[in-house]
């Protein structure tokens, strides 16, 4: 089928007009589709994402908490994400997608991590100091690290304190809050939880040029007291 | 001298009808962005560049190209952050873009704004009518016992003490951070039945914003009663839930839309834009001396 020039000026005008006039609107629904999937999917919380979902559940970015650990032989650390991680933290927090949460968990794995705070039972104020790049005893495996991040002591009942540490393993949980209205009960519920292998060692076997058992070998335990 | 000053106000209020609804809206939207404009300062910086630009030079604001550019900066800025950033944000994208494709005609502007306040709730009222929470009361509840920004109401209103306010929020803070399992939140005997009214009007309200809005082209009584519903509705929201952001776009969209024999709902908007400022008075300060 063949269209005249007309025709064709005649179509494209049609189209322009039609554009220029739910343009504006099928963007806003075409977002909302999109929230309103993401939302059952992957957890998007209702407030954020363009769904106009805001003041509808008490289950917004501000309400949930996400928490990492770091495993590492028989210890278990609570991780403070590192100030340029942030964004990507609160992004994880609203949208606690498989894939967002892995890309977090990725770059804490390549990092390396020392203690920041010894929680002696019942105190808890034990500061420690920051990386020290001798442990390593090679200037590049710290500087390919991109920064060191901090780890909170999380077992208080350990009496060694590691100064630097390997983690084998990272876990993040994401937490959500519930409201019950008839008790007046706030409580805080796990969402979903996710775990991905320490990638830091790697990172020192290649650098250094030595195989990985050799390396795992002569750093073990990874928590280096 | 009564009659001097009736005349006046007579003129003005004429002046103020034949205002045509494309400049208006298109100065208020740039008050919006530079006050309630993204809070991001590579967002900030050229949105507000702009703004200046277009209120200093007024015939620029009536470009087509110059509100694409101000789309363009804001849609630049948003869309990376559409997970984190408030809906309003987004709105104001749209917005923005409405406003670079209507510069050329007035009914394009009102077609525009019409859709987009109308599809804005529907979706509001969808997310609120399918959470459980919502309907039973509770979301208002816990919102009225722990938001900053419910605080004037909590007070003056529902009676809440701002003792308890501030003990429900650290009890909210010890959860979400995992400190304590569980709290429980004190509120007010008014505070139960006070939410699920609100939760009652809020459910109904942005229904029948989405339906008249969204119907007004083709049923006379959504024409006649749509900015009924949408003044009410900005009238009782806002000033508990100060977000005068989202009340500003809100009344600007609705000014935008009114046609050429609705001057008195023209009016009414522009007074509730201006009128939204005393919602951000500390009134709970003012009226309770604490």
Not at chain 1, 188 to 200: C, F, I, N, V
Not at chain 2, 86 to 93: G, P, S
Not at chain 2, 218 to 223: E, G, K, M, P, T
Request: with cysteine; hydrophobic share 45%.
């Amino acid at each position: 089928m063949h269209l005249s020039r007309q025709q064709l000026a005649r179509f494209s005008r049609a189209q322009r007009r039609s554009l220029q006039r739910f343009l504006p609107v099928s963007l806003l629904v075409g977002v909302a589709l999109l929230h309103h999937w993401l939302v059952i999917k992957d957890g998007l919380t209702q407030w954020k994402g363009g769904g106009f979902g805001m003041f509808s559940t008490v289950d917004s970015g501000g309400t949930r908490a996400i928490s990492v650990f770091a495993k590492c032989g028989e210890w278990n650390f609570r991780v403070s994400i590192p100030a340029d991680l942030r964004g990507r933290r609160s992004l994880a927090k609203r949208l606690p997608s498989e894939e967002i949460v892995q890309l977090m968990l990725k770059d804490l794995s390549r990092r390396v991590w020392v203690v920041e705070r010894y929680h002696a039972v019942p105190r808890r104020q034990t500061q420690l100091g920051p990386l020290d790049s001798l442990y390593l005893s090679h200037d590049d495996l710290v500087s390919a690290g991109r920064g060191a991040g901090r780890i909170e002591e999380w077992r208080p009942d350990s009496t060694a304190v590691p100064s630097y540490v390997i983690p084998v393993r990272f876990e993040a949980e994401v937490y959500r809050l519930e409201y019950d209205i008839s008790a007046r009960t706030i409580r805080r519920t796990l969402h979903s939880s996710y775990s991905r292998p320490g990638e830091r060692l790697e990172i020192m076997a290649e650098l250094a040029g030595l195989p990985l058992s050799q390396l795992a070998r002569n750093l073990a335990p990874c928590c280096k007291p | 001298m009564l009659q001097a000053v009736t005349r006046r106000l007579e003129r003005a209020i004429h002046e103020l009808h034949s205002l045509d609804p494309r400049d208006v809206s298109a100065r208020l939207t740039l008050l919006l962005l530079v006050l309630y404009g993204p809070g991001y300062w590579d967002l900030s910086v050229p949105t507000v560049m702009l703004a200046a630009a277009g209120m200093t030079i007024p015939p620029l604001a009536r470009q087509p190209y110059f509100w694409g550019a101000l789309t363009l900066i804001q849609a630049v800025g948003v869309i990376p952050r559409v997970y984190v950033i408030d809906n309003h944000k987004v709105l104001m994208v749209y917005w923005c873009l409405a406003l670079s494709l209507s510069m050329k005609s007035r009914a394009l502007l009102a077609h525009h704004s019409r859709l987009l306040i109308g599809w804005c709730f529907l979706f509001a009222a969808y997310w609120k009518a399918v959470t459980p929470g919502f309907v039973d009361g509770s979301f208002l509840h816990f919102t009225m016992l722990t938001d900053t920004r419910f605080t004037g109401f909590a007070q003056i209103v529902a009676g809440i003490d701002a003792g308890v306010l501030d003990e429900n929020r650290s009890a909210l803070r010890s959860t979400v951070s995992g400190d304590v399992a569980s709290a429980r939140l004190l509120d007010s005997r008014f505070a139960g039945p006070l939410a699920l009214s609100m939760t009652l009007w809020t459910l109904v309200s942005e229904v029948l914003i989405a339906v008249t809005f969204l119907l007004s082209k083709w049923i006379r009584l959504a024409r006649n009663l749509r900015h009924v519903v949408l003044a009410q509705f900005v009238c009782f929201t806002y000033p508990v839930a100060t977000v005068v952001g989202f009340g500003w776009l809100l009344t600007i969209m609705g000014y935008a839309q009114t046609g050429r024999m609705e001057g008195r709902s023209r009016i009414v908007f522009l007074g509730l834009f201006l009128a939204m400022q005393l919602f951000l008075v500390p009134w709970e300060r003012l009226v309770l001396g604490k």
